[in-house]
């Protein structure tokens, strides 16, 4: 049943390789400066490391955004980004797995009632924003030193033809790697608090962590996706929205794997914070995002001439159609996943922690086994009797003992008072229920007699 409720998450990751892999060697491809099968080879390799190395950084923002903690519910949201990614896909448009799983999680939000962190939701939202600036600019800041470079070396067409060559492979490597380090969090983010793995050990080498195992599997089903439906997506980053020459190209990839990497790196949040310069939140970006802001940055540079706008215009509108149709979708299939099948999409906890010590006497009171975590009654203590109510001292856990205090030094038990505030008052009266009685630390023994008298 794990199994079946991971093929979600498999599916996401498929997505995310018939789409945003394509970015790393698109314009490569597209230039016919690579091979596709060479590219989705090199591609596949590193996506898995990047992941399995490099894929925690960016999970952590997630799982802040909206912990999803049942196998069910992680299962929903992870379908529902892969589904809005596999429509999009379909229609030749490089959409963001980024926004399509933030949306989904969203809409698991709205759902469950969870409280939306909104300070996790800016910065996710200011990366979708930042990351395509940031891509033209890098992509502008390299082609004036590239030409630069390339106006003094003076090399020959052929030996530039070769270097150019070798240089998309190395830096779509990279790209491949750091797209890995931060988009794993898109396809296995969501299974990581109800992850059904073990830590495995290693020959005493090192520990496989149950993380770093869902990692793996979604670094193999974007290799899958790579491999089976990302040609389509590459022939229309490459050419269809400006027709990139292999320089440009290089520069292009190089400009996208460095964003990607800014966005992923914790050893460059430290130095920055080390430095005493604000850190660059790591959260996963979208590699289409990356790739059109760089590829824009080279067409701006280039007079803007050859442009295609109207692309432009498909492409930012599916950025915004994609979290929207994503939450939808989530929101509506956790309904039915909840009511129709009945499977538990959030786990349910004991609102207040007064409510759990008053279920925890209860449950000794009738006999049942405590977690192993919780205070076991002591054997030899005598029974009160069945009119004799249970007093429960938050301080003393391992104190059950009637209303004379026979068990304490004093006296114990209080009634409610008007003072009270509406959760005491509430849990007093569950209390009373129980027959049970909440010890009140806050007034000395002494005077807890009185507040005993009817």
């Known amino acids: 049943m794990i199994w079946f409720f991971l093929i979600s998450g498999l599916f996401l990751g498929w997505s995310l390789g018939a789409n945003d892999a394509a970015n790393v060697f698109g314009t490569a491809v597209g230039t016919r400066m690579v091979r596709f099968k060479v590219a989705a080879l090199i591609s596949s390799l590193f996506v898995i490391l990047g992941a399995v190395m490099a894929g925690s950084g ?39 797995t980024t926004q399509a799983i933030v949306g989904a999680i969203i809409g698991w939000d709205f759902f469950t009632r969870s409280p939306i962190d909104l300070r996790v939701l800016s910065k996710i939202i200011g990366s979708w924003i930042l990351s395509p600036v940031l891509a033209a600019l890098l992509a502008m800041a390299l082609y004036f030193i590239f030409r630069c470079c390339l106006n003094r070396a003076r090399i020959h067409m052929l030996r530039l033809d070769a270097y150019t060559r070798t240089g998309l492979i190395l830096v779509g490597a990279l790209g491949a790697y750091s797209l890995g380090a931060n988009n794993i969090a898109n396809v296995m983010g969501v299974f990581v608090h109800a992850s059904p793995f073990q830590d495995v050990h290693v020959f005493d080498l090192f520990v496989f962590s149950g993380t770093r195992q869902l990692f793996l599997l979604g670094g193999v089903a974007i290799a899958v996706g790579i491999y089976t439906y990302s040609q389509r997506m590459m022939t229309t980053v490459g050419n269809d929205i400006f027709q990139l020459t292999p320089v440009l190209a290089l520069i292009v990839v190089l400009a996208q794997s460095l964003v ?19 850190p660059i939140p790591l959260v996963p970006v979208s590699s289409s995002q990356a790739i059109i802001g760089a590829i824009l940055g080279v067409g701006l540079v280039k007079g803007g001439k050859g442009l295609n706008y109207r692309i432009l215009f498909k492409i930012s509108l599916g950025w915004i159609l994609t979290p929207v149709m994503a939450a939808v979708l989530s929101f509506i299939a956790l309904f039915f996943m909840q009511n129709v099948f009945e499977l538990e999409v959030i786990h349910k906890e004991s609102p207040h922690p007064v409510a759990q010590r008053v279920e925890r006497v209860d449950r000794a009171d009738a006999g049942d086994a405590l ?77 807890q007699n009185e507040l005993n008298k009817p």
């Not at 008007?418 to 027959?435: F, I």
């Open 260 to 278: 990607l990497l800014i966005f992923a790196s914790k050893s460059l949040q430290g130095a920055l914070i080390a430095i005493g310069l604000p």
């Open 371 to 447: 977690p192993h975590h919780e205070p076991e009654r002591p054997a030899a203590r005598p029974l009160h009797q069945a009119d004799d109510p249970v007093i429960w001292n938050p301080n003393q856990p391992n104190e059950l003992v009637g209303q004379d205090g026979n068990q304490t030094p004093g006296p114990a038990g209080r009634r409610m008072n008007p003072a009270d505030s509406l959760v005491e008052r509430q849990a007093m009266t569950v209390a009373d229920s129980l027959h049970v009685v909440v010890a009140d630390t806050t007034v000395p023994p002494y005077r």
């Open 58 to 96: 960016t999970t952590e923002t997630l799982g802040a955004l909206g912990a999803v903690d049942a196998i069910a519910g992680s299962f929903t949201v992870a379908l529902m980004a892969a589904i809005t990614v596999a429509w999009m896909t379909r229609t030749a448009l490089p959409v963001s």
